[in-house]
C-alpha cells in the first residue's frame, strides 16, 4: 500500500550542485504534482503533469525541469541549486472521477533540501 | 483572481474545547472546497471536502460547511483531542483542476 513515494527524505545541496527528487505513485493516477512548502508558508505549485508526455508550469516554476514519461514517474531536477530554494518538496498525485479531476490529491511525506 | 484566506495560527486549545478555524474564499465560478490536514512530519493527506453549495463535509468529528452567500468554509470540532493537532489548510479547486491553498493554521491542543 504504497501510495507516493518520495526519495530521497532529506538532502543538503552547494550551491551550484545538481540533483533529481524522486516520486512514484502506484494509484494509476492521471494527476501528478510538485509543491514546495517554505516555513509557515503555504504550499506553491512549481511544476503539474496530467498524464505521460505532458508537464505544465505552476506558479513558481523557475530553477526546476520536470519529465512525464510514464504514468508511475514524475522526477523534479533542480539545476544549479540556490539557497532560495531551500524548502520542503511535495510531490502529489489526484485521480479522475468522470473524466474531472477530483481535487483529491494524495502526498508523500516530503523531501526537504537545504542549499548552504 | 481566486484565493483562499485563513485566519492566522497558532491556535491553543485546552482538550475537548470547541474549535472553529475560519475560511474565506474569492473565486469565479463553483468551486469545490476542502480541508487538508499536516501531521507533524508527514504530508498533507484530504480531511473533508464539499463541491456545491451548502454542501457539508465531515470526517473524523471534523464539519465544514459550503457557504456560497458568506463565501466561506470554516472547520469545526465539537471536542478537540490532543491527537488533532496539526496544520489546517484550506483549498479551493478552480476551473483548472489546480488547488489554491491558503497558508494554513496551526493548531495546538493541551491537555
Known amino acids: 500500500n504504497a501510495g507516493v513515494t518520495q526519495t530521497p527524505k532529506f538532502r543538503i545541496l552547494k550551491i551550484g550542485q545538481s540533483m533529481t527528487l524522486q516520486c512514484t505513485q502506484d494509484?494509476?493516477?492521471?494527476?501528478m504534482y510538485w509543491y514546495r512548502q517554505d516555513p509557515g508558508m503555504g504550499l506553491k505549485l512549481i511544476y503539474y503533469?496530467?498524464?505521460?508526455?505532458?508537464?505544465d508550469k505552476g506558479e513558481v516554476p523557475n530553477g526546476y525541469n520536470v519529465s512525464r514519461s510514464t504514468t508511475e514517474d514524475f522526477p523534479l531536477r533542480l539545476e544549479l541549486a540556490a539557497p532560495s530554494q531551500t524548502s520542503v518538496y511535495f510531490c502529489?498525485?489526484?485521480?479522475?472521477?468522470?473524466?474531472?479531476?477530483?481535487?483529491?490529491?494524495?502526498f508523500g511525506e516530503g523531501s526537504r533540501l537545504t542549499v548552504l | 483572481g481566486n484565493s483562499v484566506t485563513q485566519m492566522e495560527g497558532p491556535v491553543t486549545l485546552s482538550e475537548e474545547a470547541f474549535l472553529t478555524i475560519n475560511c474565506t474564499y474569492t473565486?469565479?465560478?463553483?468551486?469545490?472546497l476542502f480541508w487538508y490536514v499536516q501531521y507533524p512530519g508527514e504530508g498533507l493527506q484530504l480531511l473533508l471536502k464539499?463541491?456545491?453549495a451548502d454542501d457539508k463535509g465531515s470526517n473524523k468529528g471534523f464539519e465544514a460547511t459550503y457557504r456560497k452567500e458568506t463565501t466561506s468554509f470554516h472547520l469545526e470540532k465539537g471536542s478537540v483531542q490532543v491527537s488533532d493537532s496539526a496544520v489546517y489548510f484550506c483549498?479551493?479547486?478552480?476551473?483548472?483542476?489546480?488547488?489554491?491553498w491558503g497558508a494554513g493554521t496551526k493548531l495546538i491542543i493541551k491537555p
Open positions: 502529489a498525485s489526484s485521480p479522475l472521477a468522470g473524466g474531472s479531476n477530483t481535487g483529491e490529491l494524495f
Open positions: 494509484m494509476n493516477h492521471n494527476y
Open positions: 503533469s496530467v498524464g505521460a508526455g505532458i508537464t
Open positions: 473565486a469565479t465560478g463553483y468551486p469545490s
Open positions: 464539499a463541491t456545491k
Open positions: 483549498a479551493l479547486s478552480d476551473s483548472n483542476y489546480q488547488l489554491i
